[in-house]
């Protein structure tokens, strides 16, 4: 669908609010405050809630923007959101879609009918999210991707009743927060980068399953092989740079023999069903004990960080 509608306002004087104070809609909180858009968690658990205002600084510490912390507000629940002001509202909520479509039902009530209503959902399609509300319009995917606010792609999905020019809208919103935005035009499962993520996943985790690599070998091939490129190149610039017609030989060679199967590998699947579920279960393809993850966790945020610097001129600059 394609109408003219009013842009969101810059992030300094827009107010945004996040349903869910988990580890994505804090470090989704960083995206925003580190613009200085007015921002406000809702957050029913008191424990977890009180720790949002410290855990949010923190983060936005480490990226210097510490002067921004007072730009977040934390609320218990939308009862307490004073709905007259509020120009974007981003769901991150459990993945269950019972409860995301009872929220944007709550949401479509309560908030202004020109504000925006999107969902950071990876499982759910917005359409099946906002599936006989009234304003689907105004109602679209953001997906970020964790951690949010180190990671700086965010996909803006369109559902089946997406207004095009508030997708466009929302693009242009998170890129004055820093962000590097994408449009999908449609909200088929995975998205875009999950996708092609998956796609990739596959085909690791079958020559896992035939023994013809170990897991370390895989990650090794991909950090230190092909993946280490894409930090400087996606997949289609790269064609470019070693030479479509080489490319397409290849793919002619390879694509008969690659793994298509419709479900999950074994070595997932196993994994699955023994609670071996990675860091979160002390075992998954490594074994992990609580100083081992937090070290691995500290050189992963450190990597990450370096690479955010590397690239840093070809970000967008953030416009408060």
């Known amino acids: 669908m394609q109408s003219n509608t009013t842009p969101l306002p810059n992030p300094g004087a827009a107010h945004a609010v996040v349903v869910g104070g988990g580890t994505m809609g804090a470090d989704v909180a960083v995206v925003l405050t580190r613009a200085q858009c007015r921002t406000t968690i809702v957050e029913p658990d008191a424990a977890r809630a009180a720790g ?13 923007r510490e002067g921004n912390a ?38 479509e009530r309560r908030a202004r009918p020109d504000a925006i209503l999107a969902s950071n959902s990876s499982s759910f399609p917005i359409s099946a999210i906002g599936r006989g509300l009234g304003t689907g319009a105004r ?16 996909e803006v999905v369109m559902g089946e009743s997406s207004d095009e020019s508030r997708a466009d809208a929302l ?9 590097v935005p994408v449009k999908v035009r449609q909200d088929l499962p995975g998205f875009l980068a999950n996708r092609l993520q998956h796609a990739l996943s596959r085909e690791a985790f079958d020559l896992i399953d035939r023994g013809i690599a170990s897991p370390e070998d895989v990650d090794a091939a991909v950090r230190f092989g092909f993946g280490f490129r894409f930090l400087a190149a996606g ?26 199967a419709d479900h ?35 050189r992963y945020d450190r990597l990450l960080c370096a690479g955010l610097d590397l690239i840093a001129p070809e970000l967008p600059e953030i416009q408060p």
């Open 235 to 260: 997949p289609v610039m790269q064609r470019d740079h070693a030479g479509i017609d080489v490319h397409a030989a290849a793919g002619a060679t390879m694509y008969p023999t690659f793994c298509n």
């Open 52 to 64: 949002l205002p410290a855990r949010v600084a923190e983060n936005l510490r480490a990226i210097g």
């Open 264 to 298: 999950p590998a074994r070595c997932l699947a196993e994994r699955a069903r023994d609670g071996r579920h990675g860091m979160k279960a002390g075992a998954g393809f490594y074994e992990w004990t609580p100083e081992t993850i937090a070290a691995e966790r500290a």
């Open 139 to 154: 109602m679209l995917g953001l997906h970020f991707f964790m951690p949010a606010h180190l990671v700086p792609l965010v």
């Open 70 to 107: 007072g730009r977040l507000a934390v609320a218990a629940g939308l009862d307490d959101v004073d709905w007259s002001g509020v120009d974007l509202v981003i769901e991150c909520i459990p993945e269950r879609l019972d409860i995301k479509q009872a929220l944007f039902a709550e949401l």
């Open 171 to 179: 693009i242009a919103f998170m890129r004055r927060c820093g962000s």
